[in-house]
C-alpha cells in the first residue's frame, strides 16, 4: 500500500492533519463536502468585514504548540470576548461572576462574600446536567440564567442530559467579565477560511470540494483515511442515526455602525425563540467601521432538519450509541475517526488542532 492520505473534511481538525501529513512528506487528499474550505469555522467578506458562517468562533488557547502552529499560517487580531445575558431587563455577566449573582440575587457581595457563598454549594459534578449546574451556581442563577436556555439548546430538560454538558461553565468569585482567560486569545487577522486555505496550500496536498464520502468503500488504497465527520452516516447507520444538535441563523442587516452593545447577547427566557444573538462587525471589525452592521439570530434545532451536524447529543443512550461506531471503525485498519463529529465529543478550537497534531503524531510513529 502506498503511503497516501485521505482526510475528509476540510474544516480546522481536517486542515491540520493534511498540512501536518504533508510537512512530513506524505501526499495528501483532501475532500470536502462543501463548495468552499473552513468547516463550521467559514468565514467570509461581506459589508466590508467578516462574517462567520456558522455561529462566532473566537480562538482563545494557552497550549504553545496549538499556538505556534496556527501562527504558520495567519497573523493574529487580539481580541477580548465580552458577553451578556438578557434577563428580566437586565445586562448580567456571562459566565457568571460576583457580579451576575449579585444582580440575580439581590445582593452586594464582595468577591470575598463571593467566595464564601460558593463554599456552601456542594460543588461537584452531580448526575447530570441540571444537578451540576445548580451545584456550581445555584438554584437561584440556574433558574434563572441556564433552564430556559439549556432547554431551548437541546430540546430536552438538562436533567436528561450528561454532566458534562454544563460542568463547562466557568464561574468566578470576582467581578472578572471576559468570557475566556487563555494567554492567547485573538482573531485570524484575515479570517479563518483565508488560515485554513493557507494550511491547505501546500504542493502535496490536493483538495477537491463539493464532494462526499458516505461509505468506508472510498479508503481503498491509501495508507490512513482520517475521517472527520458523522460516523453514523459512513456506517451506514448500522447502530441508528446519531444525534446531533445545530443551529438555524436568521440575519438582520441595519445602518448603523454598531446595533448590540456587547459582541453577544444570550437570552435565557424560554419564550424568547432564539438563544443568542451576535453582531459579527464586534467580532471581526475595529470599532470605527463603516455605517452598515448584520445581527445574526440563532434557533437550536436537530441537525437532521438541514443537515448541517455542530454538538453532538451528550446523553447516556447517544454516547452508547457513539461507542458501538467507534468500535466499527476500529475494525478498519486504516481509519481514524478524529473530531468532534467523528469522535462524538465536543472540543474547542485550540483542543481540536491538538488532537489533530497529536493523531499525527501517532500515526507517524507507526509508520
Given at each position: 500500500m502506498s503511503r497516501k492520505v485521505l482526510v475528509v473534511g476540510a474544516g480546522l481538525t481536517g486542515a491540520t492533519i493534511a498540512r501536518s501529513m504533508a510537512d512530513r512528506g506524505l501526499q495528501v487528499d483532501v475532500v470536502e463536502s462543501r463548495d468552499v474550505v473552513g468547516g463550521l469555522c467559514h468565514d467570509h467578506d461581506r459589508f466590508g468585514f467578516l462574517m462567520h458562517a456558522y455561529g462566532p468562533?473566537?480562538?482563545?488557547?494557552?497550549?504553545?504548540?496549538?499556538?505556534?502552529?496556527?501562527?504558520?499560517?495567519?497573523?493574529?487580531?487580539?481580541?477580548?470576548?465580552?458577553?451578556?445575558?438578557?434577563?428580566?431587563?437586565?445586562?448580567?455577566?456571562?459566565?457568571?461572576?460576583?457580579?451576575?449573582?449579585n444582580?440575580?440575587?439581590?445582593?452586594?457581595?464582595?468577591?470575598?462574600?463571593?467566595e464564601e457563598y460558593l463554599g456552601t454549594l456542594q460543588a461537584s459534578l452531580g448526575n447530570n446536567a441540571?444537578?451540576?449546574?445548580?451545584?456550581?451556581?445555584?438554584?437561584?442563577?440556574?433558574?434563572?440564567?441556564?433552564?430556559?436556555?439549556?432547554?431551548?439548546?437541546?430540546?430536552?430538560?438538562?436533567?436528561?442530559?450528561?454532566?458534562?454538558?454544563?460542568?463547562?461553565?466557568?464561574?468566578?468569585?470576582?467581578?472578572?467579565?471576559?468570557?475566556?482567560?487563555?494567554?492567547y486569545q485573538a482573531m485570524p487577522t484575515a479570517g479563518y477560511?483565508?488560515?485554513?486555505?493557507?494550511?491547505?496550500?501546500?504542493?502535496?496536498?490536493?483538495?477537491?470540494?463539493?464532494?462526499?464520502?458516505?461509505?468506508?468503500?472510498?479508503?481503498?488504497?491509501?495508507?490512513?483515511?482520517?475521517?472527520?465527520?458523522?460516523?453514523?452516516?459512513?456506517?451506514?447507520?448500522?447502530?441508528g442515526p446519531l444525534r446531533y444538535r445545530s443551529?438555524?441563523?436568521?440575519?438582520?442587516?441595519?445602518?448603523?455602525?454598531?446595533?448590540?452593545?456587547?459582541?453577544?447577547?444570550?437570552?435565557?427566557?424560554?419564550e424568547v425563540p432564539y438563544t443568542r444573538r451576535f453582531e459579527h462587525k464586534r467580532l471581526t471589525a475595529p470599532l470605527n467601521g463603516g455605517g452598515t452592521t448584520v445581527v445574526t439570530s440563532e434557533y437550536?434545532?436537530?441537525?437532521?432538519s438541514w443537515r448541517e451536524y455542530m454538538y453532538p447529543f451528550m446523553s447516556r443512550p447517544c454516547m452508547s450509541s457513539a461507542?458501538?461506531?467507534?468500535a466499527m471503525a476500529k475494525d478498519i485498519p486504516n481509519l481514524v475517526p478524529v473530531g468532534r463529529l467523528a469522535e462524538y465529543r465536543y472540543y474547542n478550537m485550540d483542543v481540536a488542532v491538538s488532537r489533530a497534531l497529536a493523531v499525527v503524531s501517532g500515526a507517524m510513529r507507526r509508520l
Open positions: 468562533h473566537v480562538f482563545h488557547t494557552s497550549i504553545e504548540d496549538v499556538w505556534k502552529f496556527l501562527s504558520r499560517f495567519t497573523p493574529w487580531t487580539p481580541y477580548r470576548h465580552v458577553v451578556r445575558a438578557l434577563w428580566n431587563g437586565m445586562l448580567v455577566p456571562i459566565p457568571v461572576n460576583r457580579d451576575t449573582f444582580l440575580v440575587l439581590g445582593r452586594n457581595m464582595t468577591t470575598g462574600e463571593c441540571r444537578d451540576s449546574a445548580i451545584s456550581r451556581v445555584g438554584t437561584e442563577v440556574y433558574e434563572a440564567l441556564f433552564e430556559g436556555y439549556t432547554h431551548k439548546q437541546w430540546g430536552v430538560d438538562a436533567a436528561e442530559l450528561l454532566a458534562e454538558v454544563t460542568k463547562r461553565i466557568p464561574v468566578r468569585s470576582s467581578g472578572e467579565d471576559s468570557y475566556f482567560t487563555d494567554q477560511t483565508a488560515m485554513i486555505a493557507n494550511m491547505l496550500d501546500h504542493a502535496a496536498i490536493r483538495v477537491s470540494t463539493g464532494e462526499t464520502v458516505i461509505s468506508t468503500a472510498s479508503f481503498r488504497g491509501y495508507w490512513r483515511c482520517f475521517y472527520t465527520g458523522p460516523l453514523d452516516i459512513l456506517f451506514g447507520y448500522a447502530h443551529l438555524r441563523f436568521e440575519h438582520s442587516v441595519m445602518k448603523t455602525v454598531f446595533a448590540l452593545p456587547y459582541a453577544a447577547l444570550v437570552y435565557s427566557n424560554p437550536p434545532t436537530d441537525a437532521e461507542a458501538a461506531y467507534l
